[in-house]
Protein backbone atom coordinates (compact mmCIF):
# COMPACT_ATOMS: atom_id res chain seq x y z
CA UNK A 1 0.00 0.00 0.00
CA UNK A 2 1.86 3.21 -1.04
CA UNK A 3 1.70 6.38 1.60
CA UNK A 4 -1.35 8.08 -0.42
CA UNK A 5 -3.45 5.16 -0.04
CA UNK A 6 -2.30 4.79 3.55
CA UNK A 7 -3.31 8.41 4.71
CA UNK A 8 -6.60 7.60 2.82
CA UNK A 9 -7.76 4.52 4.57
CA UNK A 10 -6.08 5.89 8.25
CA UNK A 11 -8.53 9.47 7.51
CA UNK A 12 -11.45 7.20 7.22
CA UNK A 13 -10.91 5.47 10.56
CA UNK A 14 -10.68 8.69 12.25
CA UNK A 15 -13.64 9.94 10.62
CA UNK A 16 -15.70 6.52 11.34
CA UNK A 17 -14.91 6.55 15.14
CA UNK A 18 -16.17 10.32 15.39
CA UNK A 19 -19.79 10.18 16.96
CA UNK A 20 -22.24 11.88 15.13
CA UNK A 21 -23.68 13.72 17.59
CA UNK A 22 -20.77 14.87 19.38
CA UNK A 23 -20.75 18.25 20.65
CA UNK A 24 -18.75 21.14 18.73
CA UNK A 25 -16.56 21.87 21.80
CA UNK A 26 -15.70 26.38 22.33
CA UNK A 27 -11.66 26.26 20.48
CA UNK A 28 -8.64 26.96 22.45
CA UNK A 29 -8.52 30.56 20.85
CA UNK A 30 -12.16 31.45 22.19
CA UNK A 31 -11.62 30.13 25.66
CA UNK A 32 -7.97 31.59 25.92
CA UNK A 33 -10.12 35.19 24.49
CA UNK A 34 -12.69 35.25 26.94
CA UNK A 35 -10.02 35.18 29.57
CA UNK A 36 -8.21 37.79 27.90
CA UNK A 37 -11.54 39.66 27.57
CA UNK A 38 -12.38 39.88 30.94
CA UNK A 39 -8.87 40.58 32.31
CA UNK A 40 -8.77 43.64 30.42
CA UNK A 41 -11.72 44.66 31.38
CA UNK A 42 -11.47 44.02 35.04
CA UNK A 43 -7.38 45.48 35.04
CA UNK A 44 -6.71 48.50 32.42
CA UNK A 45 -2.46 47.18 32.92
CA UNK A 46 -3.52 44.09 31.16
CA UNK A 47 -5.46 46.41 28.56
CA UNK A 48 -4.15 48.00 24.96
CA UNK A 49 -6.12 51.47 26.30
CA UNK A 50 -5.50 51.72 29.83
CA UNK A 51 -8.02 54.83 29.90
CA UNK A 52 -10.97 53.77 28.30
CA UNK A 53 -13.93 56.43 28.93
CA UNK A 54 -17.00 55.00 30.78
CA UNK A 55 -18.84 54.55 28.00
CA UNK A 56 -16.65 52.21 26.30
CA UNK A 57 -16.30 49.90 29.45
CA UNK A 58 -20.15 49.58 29.43
CA UNK A 59 -19.47 48.50 25.46
CA UNK A 60 -16.86 45.77 26.79
CA UNK A 61 -19.20 44.88 29.08
CA UNK A 62 -22.17 44.22 26.65
CA UNK A 63 -20.12 42.56 24.41
CA UNK A 64 -18.25 40.21 27.20
CA UNK A 65 -21.92 39.24 27.83
CA UNK A 66 -22.65 38.42 23.86
CA UNK A 67 -19.42 36.93 23.64
CA UNK A 68 -19.96 34.43 26.80
CA UNK A 69 -23.03 33.72 25.47
CA UNK A 70 -21.91 32.51 21.83
CA UNK A 71 -19.20 29.98 23.79
CA UNK A 72 -22.08 28.85 25.91
CA UNK A 73 -23.82 27.32 23.13
CA UNK A 74 -21.60 24.75 22.28
CA UNK A 75 -22.11 23.11 25.65
CA UNK A 76 -25.66 24.53 26.74
CA UNK A 77 -28.86 24.52 24.64
CA UNK A 78 -29.22 28.07 23.12
CA UNK A 79 -32.70 28.67 25.69
CA UNK A 80 -29.87 28.57 28.29
CA UNK A 81 -26.85 30.14 26.97
CA UNK A 82 -28.51 33.68 27.77
CA UNK A 83 -29.65 32.89 31.08
CA UNK A 84 -26.83 31.76 31.80
CA UNK A 85 -24.62 34.42 30.76
CA UNK A 86 -26.60 36.93 32.43
CA UNK A 87 -26.23 35.03 35.83
CA UNK A 88 -22.54 35.09 35.49
CA UNK A 89 -22.21 38.83 34.58
CA UNK A 90 -23.98 38.99 38.33
CA UNK A 91 -21.30 37.53 39.67
CA UNK A 92 -18.30 39.83 38.17
CA UNK A 93 -18.50 42.38 40.83
CA UNK A 94 -17.79 39.68 43.66
CA UNK A 95 -15.34 38.25 41.74
CA UNK A 96 -13.35 41.81 40.47
CA UNK A 97 -13.47 42.37 44.21
CA UNK A 98 -12.00 38.96 45.75
CA UNK A 99 -9.42 39.39 42.71
CA UNK A 100 -8.51 42.91 44.08
CA UNK A 101 -8.28 41.57 47.48
CA UNK A 102 -6.02 38.67 46.35
CA UNK A 103 -3.60 40.81 44.19
CA UNK A 104 -3.26 43.27 47.72
CA UNK A 105 -2.29 39.90 49.18
CA UNK A 106 0.47 38.63 46.83
CA UNK A 107 1.75 42.35 46.86
CA UNK A 108 1.98 42.61 50.71
CA UNK A 109 3.69 38.87 51.09
CA UNK A 110 6.36 38.99 48.49
CA UNK A 111 9.49 41.63 49.09
CA UNK A 112 10.20 41.60 45.51
CA UNK A 113 6.94 42.71 44.47
CA UNK A 114 7.20 46.43 43.79
CA UNK A 115 3.78 47.73 43.12
CA UNK A 116 0.07 46.31 43.14
CA UNK A 117 0.27 46.88 39.47
CA UNK A 118 2.86 44.63 38.81
CA UNK A 119 1.30 41.70 40.33
CA UNK A 120 -1.74 42.31 38.39
CA UNK A 121 0.64 42.47 35.51
CA UNK A 122 2.84 40.26 35.57
CA UNK A 123 2.45 37.64 38.41
CA UNK A 124 1.80 33.90 37.07
CA UNK A 125 -0.13 33.05 41.41
CA UNK A 126 -2.64 36.43 40.05
CA UNK A 127 -3.06 35.00 37.08
CA UNK A 128 -3.89 31.44 38.32
CA UNK A 129 -6.22 33.13 40.81
CA UNK A 130 -7.62 35.37 38.22
CA UNK A 131 -8.55 32.77 36.02
CA UNK A 132 -9.69 30.19 38.87
CA UNK A 133 -12.21 32.70 39.88
CA UNK A 134 -14.17 32.59 36.55
CA UNK A 135 -13.66 29.34 36.41
CA UNK A 136 -15.11 28.72 39.45
CA UNK A 137 -18.50 30.68 39.09
CA UNK A 138 -19.05 28.86 36.40
CA UNK A 139 -18.77 25.73 38.03
CA UNK A 140 -20.82 26.98 40.13
CA UNK A 141 -23.69 27.73 38.06
CA UNK A 142 -23.33 24.01 36.81
CA UNK A 143 -21.84 24.68 33.31
CA UNK A 144 -20.25 21.72 31.76
CA UNK A 145 -17.18 21.68 30.08
CA UNK A 146 -16.45 25.33 30.27
CA UNK A 147 -14.83 25.82 33.53
CA UNK A 148 -12.05 23.13 32.90
CA UNK A 149 -11.11 24.38 29.86
CA UNK A 150 -10.94 27.64 31.34
CA UNK A 151 -8.64 25.84 34.26
CA UNK A 152 -6.65 24.59 31.46
CA UNK A 153 -5.99 27.96 30.30
CA UNK A 154 -4.01 29.01 33.78
CA UNK A 155 -2.72 25.62 33.54
CA UNK A 156 -0.52 26.34 30.07
CA UNK A 157 0.27 29.71 30.84
CA UNK A 158 1.60 29.12 34.80
CA UNK A 159 1.95 25.77 35.37
CA UNK A 160 -0.79 26.00 38.32
CA UNK A 161 -3.48 23.16 38.70
CA UNK A 162 -6.62 24.68 40.38
CA UNK A 163 -10.09 22.32 39.69
CA UNK A 164 -12.68 24.57 39.06
CA UNK A 165 -14.45 22.58 41.76
CA UNK A 166 -12.00 23.72 44.64
CA UNK A 167 -13.41 26.47 46.94
CA UNK A 168 -11.13 29.72 47.48
CA UNK A 169 -11.80 32.05 50.37
CA UNK A 170 -10.46 35.63 50.47
CA UNK A 171 -6.71 37.25 49.75
CA UNK A 172 -5.51 34.10 48.98
CA UNK A 173 -1.73 34.10 47.82
CA UNK A 174 0.12 31.74 45.50
CA UNK A 175 3.93 32.77 45.49
CA UNK A 176 5.84 31.56 42.38
CA UNK A 177 2.84 28.62 41.37
CA UNK A 178 4.50 26.45 39.18
CA UNK A 179 3.84 23.13 39.85
CA UNK A 180 0.73 23.53 42.08
CA UNK A 181 -2.10 21.28 41.96
CA UNK A 182 -5.32 21.65 44.18
CA UNK A 183 -7.95 18.83 43.63
CA UNK A 184 -11.72 19.46 43.04
CA UNK A 185 -13.34 19.21 46.73
CA UNK A 186 -10.19 21.42 48.42
CA UNK A 187 -11.49 23.78 50.65
CA UNK A 188 -9.22 26.80 51.47
CA UNK A 189 -10.19 29.48 53.76
CA UNK A 190 -8.85 33.22 54.11
CA UNK A 191 -5.42 34.52 53.85
CA UNK A 192 -3.72 31.44 52.70
CA UNK A 193 -0.40 31.70 51.43
CA UNK A 194 0.54 28.37 49.05
CA UNK A 195 4.39 28.41 47.53
CA UNK A 196 5.42 26.08 44.32
CA UNK A 197 4.86 22.76 44.19
CA UNK A 198 2.19 21.89 46.67
CA UNK A 199 -0.05 19.51 46.25
CA UNK A 200 -3.63 19.68 47.88
CA UNK A 201 -4.43 16.15 46.57
CA UNK A 202 -6.91 13.01 47.33
CA UNK A 203 -5.50 9.81 49.30
CA UNK A 204 -7.37 7.65 46.51
CA UNK A 205 -8.10 8.01 42.78
CA UNK A 206 -10.78 5.20 42.68
CA UNK A 207 -13.27 6.67 40.24
CA UNK A 208 -16.00 5.19 42.94
CA UNK A 209 -14.99 7.93 45.26
CA UNK A 210 -16.53 10.82 42.32
CA UNK A 211 -18.98 13.38 43.80
CA UNK A 212 -17.21 12.21 47.84
CA UNK A 213 -14.61 15.07 49.50
CA UNK A 214 -11.42 13.94 48.28
CA UNK A 215 -9.36 17.02 48.99
CA UNK A 216 -7.93 18.52 52.31
CA UNK A 217 -9.45 21.56 53.87
CA UNK A 218 -7.06 24.32 54.99
CA UNK A 219 -8.46 26.82 57.48
CA UNK A 220 -7.88 30.41 57.12
CA UNK A 221 -3.94 32.29 57.31
CA UNK A 222 -2.09 28.90 56.65
CA UNK A 223 1.08 28.79 55.01
CA UNK A 224 2.29 25.97 53.16
CA UNK A 225 5.62 26.07 52.15
CA UNK A 226 7.47 24.62 48.32
CA UNK A 227 6.69 20.83 47.44
CA UNK A 228 4.63 19.98 50.34
CA UNK A 229 2.05 17.40 50.11
CA UNK A 230 -0.93 17.22 51.83
CA UNK A 231 -3.65 14.93 51.13
CA UNK A 232 -7.05 13.41 52.37
CA UNK A 233 -10.75 14.37 52.43
CA UNK A 234 -10.71 13.95 56.27
CA UNK A 235 -7.59 16.31 56.42
CA UNK A 236 -7.33 19.72 57.73
CA UNK A 237 -4.36 22.12 58.27
CA UNK A 238 -6.15 24.47 61.24
CA UNK A 239 -5.79 27.86 61.12
CA UNK A 240 -2.69 29.61 61.43
CA UNK A 241 -0.28 26.39 60.70
CA UNK A 242 2.74 26.69 59.24
CA UNK A 243 3.37 23.68 56.76
CA UNK A 244 7.24 23.21 55.63
CA UNK A 245 8.61 22.64 52.66
CA UNK A 246 8.76 19.05 51.48
CA UNK A 247 6.04 17.96 53.87
CA UNK A 248 4.33 14.80 53.38
CA UNK A 249 0.75 14.91 55.00
CA UNK A 250 -2.06 12.76 55.08
CA UNK A 251 -3.43 13.57 59.09
CA UNK A 252 -5.28 16.59 60.72
CA UNK A 253 -2.93 19.39 62.86
CA UNK A 254 -4.33 21.48 65.13
CA UNK A 255 -4.52 24.90 64.53
CA UNK A 256 -1.47 26.87 65.57
CA UNK A 257 0.23 24.14 64.24
CA UNK A 258 4.27 23.74 63.00
CA UNK A 259 4.80 20.67 60.80
CA UNK A 260 8.27 20.67 59.53
CA UNK A 261 10.32 17.81 57.04
CA UNK A 262 13.28 16.61 59.18
CA UNK A 263 16.50 15.78 56.97
CA UNK A 264 20.21 15.75 57.96
CA UNK A 265 22.18 17.86 55.93
CA UNK A 266 26.09 18.15 56.35
CA UNK A 267 28.55 20.04 55.02
CA UNK A 268 32.26 19.36 54.23
CA UNK A 269 35.07 21.09 52.20
CA UNK A 270 35.82 19.64 48.81
CA UNK A 271 39.36 18.83 49.51
CA UNK A 272 37.32 16.25 52.51
CA UNK A 273 35.45 14.76 49.50
CA UNK A 274 37.34 14.65 46.62
CA UNK A 275 40.15 11.83 45.70
CA UNK A 276 43.75 13.71 44.17
CA UNK A 277 43.25 13.36 40.42
CA UNK A 278 46.06 10.82 39.41
CA UNK A 279 45.29 11.35 35.78
CA UNK A 280 45.54 14.01 32.39
CA UNK A 281 43.83 14.02 29.27
Known amino acids: MDLHDLDHSFAETLLSQRHPLAP ?3 SKYEVEGFVDEVMALFFPQRAADVRAPEDEVRARLTLLRADLERVLCTVVPD ?3 TQLAGRFSALLPGIYGMLRADAA ?8 AESLEE ?3 AYPGFIAIAVHRLAHGLHTLDVPLLPRLLSEVAHGRTGVDIHPGAQVGLSFCIDHGTGIVIGETAVIGDEVKIYQGVTLGALSVSKSEAGQKRHPTIEDRVVIYANATVLGGTTTVGHDSVIGGNVWLTTSVAPRSYVYHSSQVRVRSVAETLEPLDYSI
Open 105 to 112: AIAAGDPA
Open 119 to 121: VIA
Open 79 to 81: ERS
Open 24 to 26: VLP
